[in-house]
């Protein structure tokens, strides 16, 4: 057993002792607890459990590899993941929180007086989570795979285990504050990498700062060589599916239910909006490291592996290249290995590149405990999202209106295991690319939630006939466009699959508008309820007419 | 409870509102729009970097995080000013909200 093992080993352990030990600790007890953790968590914490909730394994180990490979286009993923924040904070977040329920489709529901929308919401939260907790836990496989030298599927099982154990458990009251410890470890593990390049390629310990210097240098790496530089715009598609993605992503983003119910768990309209304030800051903090990460990483690969001799390349080539994710061949049979000779997969540059660089032991166990947390915070958002779907709008709301709060518990804490351990076992084989399908969830989301949200909170015309109609529509078009994109070679403006909120997101909006003004308008207790999330908790409005409670709390 | 009258309840919404307009636009604009102008804007240079690049990987990203720190402080300030007490907002949002 090597010491590299060891290291990362213990330190994976320690993490996850830290991370069962918090939700011992912090164990549901009512169902507000296990739903929305009491709604008292405060803003700056819940910030950090916004980013460790968002921040999955795909940010964590594919963002900089993504921005690396793709140069500029990679970027619409950046800026569509932040932006998105800017939607759910000004027009979302706070007036749901003002609505005061437990869940997104509850919300719909309530709102739109129609439980058909509820049951709707309910199953595309569960759709939308569950696709993307399989990449979540399939992620988690790899890194533990990897590092026990176990096969891939007995390091998900391991995840599966441990994921279902603290989120039963401890429900939203435990997952906060285990997120909040997971954004810890994860940005912990991002920065100092970064840190440590930076220091090493060019002296300066401020990557964000530095890193300008390296753009420079690749450019003329680049121009030497003669192929297409890293910051020329829009290589790999066109400029309208740069922009329909970064809006897909935005909306989605913006769209999520497990990210929305994060601001359940505040006190006010003021806490959600500097929740989401904090969030973007520690988001930020990855995001904004991200390119500079994978600018220090093509740097290193083309002048420090690149020109080296094909018999005497590092020991950590090998390992990589038997994951099948990295390949360097001599293809021109000259000895020596040329930068076009490497191929080095979106998925494995952050990982890696600790090796590569050198950054010792500590380091690269530090980055697959990192990673650890990103997957499993995330896997744990999501679980308590389809369970609350499925334990309190689909079995509460509509079969079983008369349980126990006891009862809710247990249903609740075993379909989370339930969740988990199917998506574990559908990770296990996972049906194609990750990043795909992923994608694929942040499309869904924009042509579903977002336009049932925004309208449901802004106009107060909007009725139940239309959500539902905006809903399917939605739904439709979105799946619609993806299927045809993506095997019916159909395309306008060169926007592909990954692209295709845009027009799910029209078509729901401009379908819930129609049908709505052309049914019954909402009663008037309902456009009332409407009118006053403009309005903070003080003030309320009532048949025209509004009050201010300046009463004293005794 | 006190009647308040209609006009100052629609000046904060339209205080809000308004502010919401501005940060959306500024973040329309560092965004779409900087990507829409990209080629054009390459020819400039921030710290080394082709200024569509930077705002990309940077530039966006830190107007997001300032955006929306203003929009805390700003609205916290409109609160004031209309005397919302944040104190009285906490107790009636857990009466108010459906723990069921």
């Known amino acids: 057993m090597d010491v590299q093992f060891l290291v990362s080993f213990t330190l994976i352990i320690a993490t996850f002792a830290l991370y069962i030990g918090i939700a011992i600790f912090n164990r549901a007890k009512a169902t507000s607890d296990f739903y929305v953790a009491g709604r008292g968590v405060p803003p700056v914490f819940n910030g950090m459990a916004i980013g460790a909730d968002w921040m999955s394994a795909a940010s964590f180990i594919g963002m900089a590899g993504t921005v690396m490979v793709l140069g500029y286009d990679g970027l619409a993923y950046v800026m569509g993941w932040t932006g998105g924040y800017l939607l759910l904070t000004f027009l979302l977040a706070p007036q749901l929180r003002k609505y005061g329920r437990y869940t997104v489709p509850e919300f719909i529901g309530d709102r739109y007086q129609s439980n058909i929308a509820r049951l709707l919401a309910a199953v595309a939260t569960i759709i939308i989570s569950f696709t993307y907790s399989i990449g979540q836990l399939s992620g988690s496989g790899v890194v533990i795979g990897r590092l026990l030298e176990v096969h891939t599927a007995v390091g998900t099982l391991i995840g599966v285990v441990l994921i279902a154990f603290y989120s039963a458990m401890g429900g939203m009251k435990g997952i906060t504050w285990t997120q909040v410890a997971q954004y810890l470890v994860l940005i912990i593990a991002y920065l100092i990498p970064v840190i440590f390049m930076a220091l090493q390629l060019t002296g300066n310990p401020l990557p964000w700062v530095s890193y300008g210097e390296i753009i420079g240098k690749l450019q003329v790496l680049d121009q030497d060589l003669g192929i297409s530089e890293y910051v020329v715009p829009f290589t790999e598609n066109t400029k309208w599916q740069f922009l329909a993605l970064m809006f897909t992503l935005m909306a989605g983003t913006a769209g999520l239910p497990h990210v929305i119910v994060r601001f359940y768990t505040v006190s006010t309209m003021k806490a959600a909006r500097w929740s989401g304030a904090w969030a973007l800051l520690f988001i930020g903090l990855l995001y904004l490291s991200a390119p500079a990460y994978a600018a220090f990483s093509r740097f290193i690969l083309m002048t420090q592996v690149a020109g080296s001799a094909i018999d005497s390349l590092p020991a950590w080539t090998t390992s990589w290249v038997d994951t099948g994710r990295l390949s360097v061949a001599d293809q021109n049979g000259d000895g020596i290995l040329q930068w076009s000779e490497i191929v080095i997969s979106n998925d494995i540059v952050v990982m890696a590149t600790p090796e590569i660089a050198n950054l010792g032991i500590f380091v690269i166990g530090l980055m697959a405990a990192g990673a650890m947390a990103a997957a499993l915070s995330t896997a744990g958002g999501l679980m308590i999202a389809i369970s609350a779907a499925l334990s309190h709008d689909i079995y509460y709301r509509s079969i079983n209106p008369n349980a126990s709060e006891k009862q809710r518990l247990l249903v609740g804490r075993w379909s989370i295991v339930l969740a988990t351990v199917i998506a574990g076992l559908v990770a296990l084989n996972p049906p194609g690319a990750i990043t795909q399908i992923v994608a694929w969830a942040f499309a869904l989301a924009s042509g579903t939630f977002f336009p049932a949200l925004l309208l449901g909170v802004w106009w107060r015309r909007s009725n139940g006939p239309g959500v539902i109609a905006g809903l399917i529509v939605g739904l439709s078009v979105t799946l619609g466009y993806i299927f045809l994109a993506k095997y019916g070679g159909f395309t306008i403006l060169g926007i592909i699959d990954t692209g295709a909120g845009v027009f799910g997101a029209a078509a729901a909006i401009i379908t819930n508008i129609v049908v709505s003004l052309n049914t019954a308008a909402p009663t008037q207790q309902v456009q009332d309820e409407v009118v006053d999330l403009r309005y903070p908790e003080q003030m309320s409005y009532r048949d025209g007419e509004v009050w201010l409670d300046d009463s004293q709390d005794s | ?100």
């Open chain 2, 1 to 100: 409870m006190k009647k308040i009258d209609k006009s100052t309840a629609d000046a904060y919404f339209r205080a809000r509102t308004t502010m919401i307009f501005i940060y959306l636009a500024i973040g329309f604009l560092v965004s779409y729009v900087v990507v829409f102008f990209a080629e054009p804007l390459s020819n400039i240079t921030v710290n080394n970097i082709p200024l569509h690049y930077y705002m990309g990987s940077q530039g966006a990203v830190l107007t997001f995080i300032i955006l929306l720190f203003v929009n805390a402080v700003v609205s916290d300030r409109i609160d004031k000013k209309f005397g919302i007490d944040d104190k009285k907002n906490e107790s009636i949002s857990r009466g108010n909200s459906v723990e069921h």
